[in-house]
């Protein structure tokens, strides 16, 4: 019986992961250096969505590009009642833009568990934005799972702040200079050294 559990709550998880498989991926084809493929990633999304998507991945998204920042109870993935008003507060907002929704977990539990569980909970902020009227189109789904929580935490109570999902402005105008160095100005005749650059993005 326990067996069957598992195996049902296994396949439950790997449905949710394959679902997030763009139509018409084709799988990356097998290197010589034996890593199994060639390139870099498999992460792929339409044109335009990629210098936002860097920021988030490195934890580096201009504060003022999140829209909406919706955080879940242990283990859940269910948009709370409490939470709702965030997202309705920014629905006429994300109708006219593109956005990506990233969805994150604590450190507890398994790399797998956690990317599904934050698959699921973007997922469920995507869907309740349709349901204010969003265009599905015009947004994106990242499942980061653990991979920027704090692994410091201890209990249920400290790592309740990585429990969440953001809604990213792909529009917003700093999204590119995320992705490069801000350049130093030339120094004038007779001056000193350049200022070292200023790098105003805060991480996660």
Do not use: W
């Not at 704090?150 to 990213?168: F, I, M, N, T």
């Not at 120094?187 to 650059?197: E, V, W």
Request: glycine share 12%; charged share 20%.
């Amino acid at each position: 019986m326990k067996r069957l559990t598992f195996l049902l709550a296994l396949s439950a998880l790997v449905v949710g992961c394959t679902s997030r498989i763009p139509a018409g991926f084709q799988p990356l084809s097998s290197g010589k250096g034996g890593n199994g493929f060639v390139g870099e990633t498999l992460d792929t999304r339409p044109t335009g969505y990629d210098a936002m998507a860097n920021a988030i991945r490195n934890g580096t998204i201009p504060p003022e590009a999140i829209l909406a920042t919706v955080y879940f109870d242990f283990d859940r993935y269910n948009v709370s009642a409490s939470e709702r008003g965030k997202l309705d507060a920014v629905a006429a907002r994300v109708k006219g833009t593109k956005v990506i929704i990233a969805g994150y977990t604590d450190h507890f539990g398994t790399e797998e568990y956690n990317l599904g569980l934050s698959d699921r909970r973007a997922q469920a902020v995507r869907d309740y934005l349709v349901g204010l009227g969003a265009n599905q189109a015009n947004s994106e789904i990242m499942a980061l799972g653990s991979q920027q929580a704090d692994k410091s935490a201890a209990g249920r109570q400290s790592g309740a702040k990585d429990r969440k999902a953001l809604v990213v402005d792909v529009n917003y105008g700093g999204a590119a200079a995320a992705s490069r160095p801000v350049a130093a100005p030339a120094p004038a005749a007779g001056a000193g050294a350049a200022p070292a650059p200023v790098n105003n993005l805060s991480p996660l």
